[in-house]
């Protein structure tokens, strides 16, 4: 079977005639004829019973026709495709980053992604910075977000500005105050952390040893921001991530600077030995945009 013999047989099926898929082709009445007889040979089918120069679809043209346009629906989704790549990439976007990030500050750049892209699909997936480089790695992500990189990593790694980590307590707590809190400050008060095997808990955990600061640890979660939540609630004290903190700002918690500085870094990954696509890029631009502006507004 050949391409212009199901053109042809499809346009006899829609127009009902011959006449009809000629002109819907911009061919002849007899090349049509001709294409459908070839058709009948390749096939060994009899499509059309030959009444009075008119072609009667027999059953098996019918079910033919019904294969034909399953197929043809393919080719449309096809040519959706291919309109969608040629005009700023595939049509969705998967996003890997750490829970940190992945929770409240993507959001808002996905916001902000969505007024020109909105037909996009985006995806969000958030882990911990090895399983965010393992879906990059194996492309099962188009970008990530992590802070560290392993010595193994094969992605594509590209630096994002160090964000100094701060304090957030309730507004009426004792210390709400001052205009910022040494870690010493927080001798004996009920500090809710982030879990064990964490690699900012741990960071903070030697921290507040090297200061000699002991701190009532009775309150653990995954998420920096369920941390910032029981803070709100007038549970504790925590350190947080800025953007993080940023979804908290005028919700009954004191924002302050942290000392000794602790600074979180945080990277990009993309998968490796692939460049990125338009609308990855568009994506990425976005992202880093809103990254430097949300950060310098917390340095100020």
């Known amino acids: 079977m050949k391409l212009r013999q199901i053109e042809a047989f499809r346009a006899v099926m829609q127009a009902g005639s011959t006449t009809g898929a000629a002109q819907e082709l911009h061919t002849s009445q007899s090349n049509v004829s001709r294409l459908i007889s070839q058709l009948e040979i390749d096939t060994r089918l009899v499509l059309f019973e030959r009444t009075g120069g008119r072609l009667i679809p027999k059953p098996e043209a019918k079910a033919l026709f019904k294969e034909v346009e399953r197929a043809f ?3 449309k989704s096809l040519t959706y495709a291919a309109d969608t790549i040629r005009n ?3 049509g969705r976007l998967r996003i890997a980053s750490i829970p940190g990030i992945g929770l409240s500050f ?4 996905v916001q902000r992604f969505k007024q020109s892209r909105p037909d996009v699909t985006v995806s969000i997936h958030t882990n911990t910075s090895n399983t965010v480089e393992q879906w990059v790695s194996s492309q099962f992500c188009d970008i990530g977000i992590v802070a560290f990189v392993s010595a193994a990593a094969t992605c594509q790694v590209e630096a994002l500005p160090d964000s100094e980590v701060v304090c957030i307590l309730p507004k009426n707590h ?3 105050g001052k205009a910022k809190i040494k870690a010493t400050d ?15 808990r741990e960071e903070t955990d030697r921290l507040f040893e090297r200061e000699g600061v002991s701190r009532n640890m009775s309150l653990e979660a995954q998420y920096s921001a369920s941390c910032c939540e029981m803070v ?5 004290v925590t350190l947080a991530h800025p953007l993080v903190a940023s979804d908290f700002v005028g919700q009954g918690v004191k924002i302050l600077p942290f000392s000794p500085s602790v600074h979180y870094p945080n990277f990009l990954l993309y998968p490796p ?3 990125m696509s338009q609308l990855a890029e568009q994506f990425v631009g976005l992202l880093r945009d809103q990254f430097e502006r949300e950060i310098a507004g917390w340095q100020k």
């Open 73 to 75: 629906v393919g080719l």
């Open 88 to 90: 700023l990439g595939s």
């Open 106 to 109: 993507l959001p808002r750049v």
């Open 174 to 176: 004792r210390l709400a």
């Open 186 to 200: 927080l001798q004996g008060e009920e500090y809710i952390s982030l879990v064990h095997g964490d690699g900012s």
């Open 232 to 236: 709100k609630v007038g549970l504790g």
């Open 273 to 275: 030995h692939s460049s």
